[in-house]
């Protein structure tokens, strides 16, 4: 497809998180802190790597493309608030943005400069930390 | 002879023609050829086939106090068109001045007021001689228009000058002239006539990176003064205004941009949403609600009408070519829960238009004004792009009759090109169309992050397309060498995330934004004269010493690299604009042509005037020389830009 953002010769995309405390589960919603985001491999379920959660609630990942992916959010105190049940994923140099985590899917995104983006994605799953491109 | 010369004049008409035919459709080959353009199928003399056909672009109709006649505002043909609603025909008209834009009529009926906007003045016309009485200057691209409950001073919202005049109807002479909001556009008057309401098309000027906030203005007519002004976030193109005839809710057409967020996709609102924009006159309460659905956008929401009775009120939507019909006693239930605690999400809420919208009705293209009969029983909706007016019956909420307001039945490339420009069919779920970011075919003065430079990085101004015909490159890194380039596949890669215009479409499209023409300058004097200030500043202009008489290089003048007559050389350049997340330091160098009402400037805006151009992001004069300037200098230099 001419008009396709996929470049098969990139081996990871990336996933842009605006909000993770914009979410319909309670220990979310209602949670004082979300220090960090985990990824797993969605089949092992072996962690591929972490990264913290902006004070606005944004993170900015580069992840391996085309493989099944889970997220978990953790508090400060290093307790699981949620995870994924259903694997997501992103194309080659495909970059996936969500309003929230487990956000109502009637929901536009609020018009806001994500903190998470003001610097480089974090690199999970291996590899540098620069944007790659 | 005529023999040999004959094949010297096929060729010379074929470049001739050529050149004619690329300088509309531009330099990469078409399937254009005389015929495209100049032939009616539909007949006519040999003249009207070959000059350009004379639309009509009705935008905004007012009706006769009895409901007989429609009186409609033709944009393009810059006439006031009488509308017989019993004989559905146009039964005369009157020419106007440049670009006519909005009129109000009158209690009696034996007066319209109609601005016209690239002619910066409101003719008052005599409607039972269908004469111009009088023409009252106004202030620049004048827009919407009220009158004072007494009809004695008419209310004119500048766009250009961000300011409202208070013309008096009796001298003509202008009374006040009040502070609007940023692009100043249409107006509501209360049932009672006591206040004004004025919406901003455009958001105010604010740093880069904040959100765009946009006014609606409250006037006082007894004391001819603004008394409040109604900020909303996140929203801008505030478009037309109706007051309900409770007098308690003022509602008008708003687009929620999300020019904040780096465009990943269009799914899900991402990258604009539209709606209705609410204010509770009594208590001074206002909300935001959507008119879309979680997977169907309603782009370019412009008109809006309501009922006599307060049921329904309409809203028309430029870019789907649909209206919009709302339950009124369900829009109220809505806008009183997003006004209490839980509300805060409603303006995001894709799901709540089910509520209160009962049905979508199909119009011509690019629906515009709207006004609903005295006796409630018709809609009036102007088709703008297909000449025409659709009638609503509004007990049945179905189409009843079309009146043509033309006979012209060709149809050229630019006007198609200009409705593929309203359109959003071409974007992903129709969520906005190329007008949604270029209103007025201008700028909507917001910055945007691509995300193909990865988010956060490469924050880019928007750009005019007014009068830019012969500035390629385009982009502000250059890249793009034509508009075909410029709009093709990159541009559904980018932004509109669906299959590119094929090249039919594509040509069309082009051949639309290369017609394209700069409004009148205001700040020029007749003859090209120029006043002292502006003759100073030209000297800054064109300089080639500094005060102390130290030479400027030829490379750091303004005139080097913003030559007439298109004030650019077309090439990118280092002036030290770059900001930290900037990929590249050179930028294209832009046309000057009324650079006067295109702030913010530099390539991602973050120049808010001309002035600041030099006062803050010119430290190391690397920008052209200007630290031995006084301030004074500074302000002829910017009086001559302003000329350009």
């Not at chain 2, 890249?479 to 590119?500: D, H, K, W, Y």
Request: glycine letters at 8%.
């Amino acid at each position: 497809v001419a008009t396709s953002v996929v470049d098969t010769s990139k081996p990871y995309g990336y996933l842009l998180c605006l909000d993770a405390k914009t979410s319909d589960v309670p220990s979310v919603r209602d949670a004082v802190d979300i220090a960090e985001v985990r990824v797993l491999d969605g089949r092992s379920a072996t962690l591929l790597g972490r990264a913290s959660v902006e004070e606005d609630g944004s993170f900015f990942l580069r992840v391996p493309a085309d493989r099944p992916l889970l997220l978990e959010l953790i508090d400060g105190d290093g307790v699981r608030l949620a995870g994924q049940r259903n694997e997501i994923w992103v194309r080659p140099n495909e970059t996936r943005g969500c309003v929230g985590c487990h956000e109502s899917r009637v929901l536009a995104p609020e018009n806001r400069l994500p903190m998470a983006i003001r610097r480089q994605p974090v690199a999970i799953g291996g590899g540098s930390d620069e944007a790659g491109d | 002879m005529a023999a040999a010369t004959a094949p010297i004049l096929i060729l010379v008409l074929y470049f001739v023609s050529h050149r004619h035919a690329s300088y509309y459709m531009g330099d990469v080959a078409t399937t254009v050829n005389c015929v495209t353009c100049h032939v009616d199928a539909e007949g006519g003399g040999l003249i009207d086939r070959i000059a350009p056909p004379r639309y009509a672009s009705p935008r905004k109709p007012a009706i006769a106090p009895d409901g007989s006649t429609l009186y409609v505002v033709a944009e393009e043909s810059g006439s006031l068109m009488v509308v017989d609603l019993a004989g559905k025909r146009v039964t005369g008209i009157v020419e106007l001045q440049d670009r006519p834009h909005d009129v109000v009529l009158d209690r009696a009926g034996g007066k319209a007021f109609v601005s016209n906007s690239w002619s910066d003045t409101v003719s008052v016309v005599d409607l039972s001689t269908l004469q111009v009485i009088r023409s009252l200057p106004t202030g620049n691209i004048p827009s919407g228009l009220a009158l004072d409950p007494a009809e004695e001073r008419l209310y004119v919202a500048n766009w250009q000058s961000h300011s409202i005049s208070v013309l008096d109807l009796a001298t003509g002479a202008e009374l006040r002239r009040l502070a609007g909001g940023s692009n100043p556009n249409l107006m509501a008057a209360t049932p009672d006539g006591r206040r004004i309401l004025v919406t901003s098309e455009l958001s105010n000027l604010a740093a880069v990176g904040t959100v765009p906030v946009s006014e609606v203005t409250l006037i006082d007519t007894e004391s001819q003064q603004v008394v409040r002004r109604f900020g909303f976030d996140n929203s801008h193109l505030l478009e037309d205004i109706v007051v309900l005839p409770e007098g308690d809710l003022a509602v008008f057409a708003l687009v929620r941009p999300k020019n904040l967020l780096p465009i990943l996709h269009v799914l899900r609102g991402w990258v604009m949403t539209n709606g209705l924009g609410i204010i509770d006159l009594t208590t001074g309460e206002h909300a935001q609600l959507l008119l879309d659905e979680p997977d169907r956008y309603f782009a370019d929401p412009y008109g809006v009408a309501a009922t006599p009775d307060g049921r329904y009120l309409f809203v028309s939507h430029g870019g789907v070519d649909q209206v919009s019909v709302v339950e009124v006693a369900d829009l109220r239930e809505a806008f009183r829960r997003a006004t209490q605690p839980g509300g805060e999400d409603f303006p995001n809420r894709l799901d709540l238009s089910a509520e209160y919208v009962v049905k979508r009705i199909p119009t011509g293209s690019n629906p515009q004004g709207m006004v609903v009969s005295p006796d409630g029983a018709f809609l009036y909706v102007t088709e703008r792009l297909d000449d025409s007016i659709l009638a609503v019956h509004v007990g049945t909420l179905e189409p009843a009759f079309r009146i043509h307001l033309t006979d012209v039945a060709r149809e050229t490339p630019v006007r198609r090109g200009e409705k593929l420009f309203n359109s959003a069919s071409r974007t992903f779920q129709e969520q906005f169309s190329c007008r949604s970011c270029h209103p007025r075919n201008h700028v909507d003065r917001l910055q945007y992050d691509f995300e193909s430079d990865g988010p956060g990085r490469n924050i880019l101004d928007n750009r005019t397309l007014l009068g830019i015909r012969n500035t390629a490159p385009f982009k502000w890194n250059g890249r793009n060498t034509s508009l075909f380039m410029q709009c093709g596949i990159r541009f559904a890669r980018i932004l509109t995330r669906v299959e590119p215009f094929p090249p039919n479409e594509l040509a069309a499209l082009v051949a639309f934004i290369r017609s394209l023409e700069v409004p009148p300058n205001p700040h020029r004097l007749p003859e090209g004269r120029l006043t002292p200030s502006q003759e100073r500043g030209k000297h800054f202009f064109e300089r080639s010493a500094t005060r102390d008489g130290e030479p400027i290089p030829a490379s750091n003048r303004c005139i080097t690299c913003h030559p007439p007559p298109l004030f650019t050389t077309r090439k990118s350049f280092d002036v030290g604009s770059a900001s930290p997340t900037d990929g590249i330091t050179e930028f294209d160098t832009p046309h000057l042509l009324n650079i006067y009402n295109s702030a913010p400037y530099l390539h991602d805006g973050k120049a808010r005037t001309l002035e600041e151009i030099w006062t803050v992001y010119n430290a190391d004069d690397t920008h052209g020389v200007t630290r031995d300037m006084s301030q004074k200098d500074l302000n002829d230099l910017i009086e001559y830009l302003k000329t350009l």
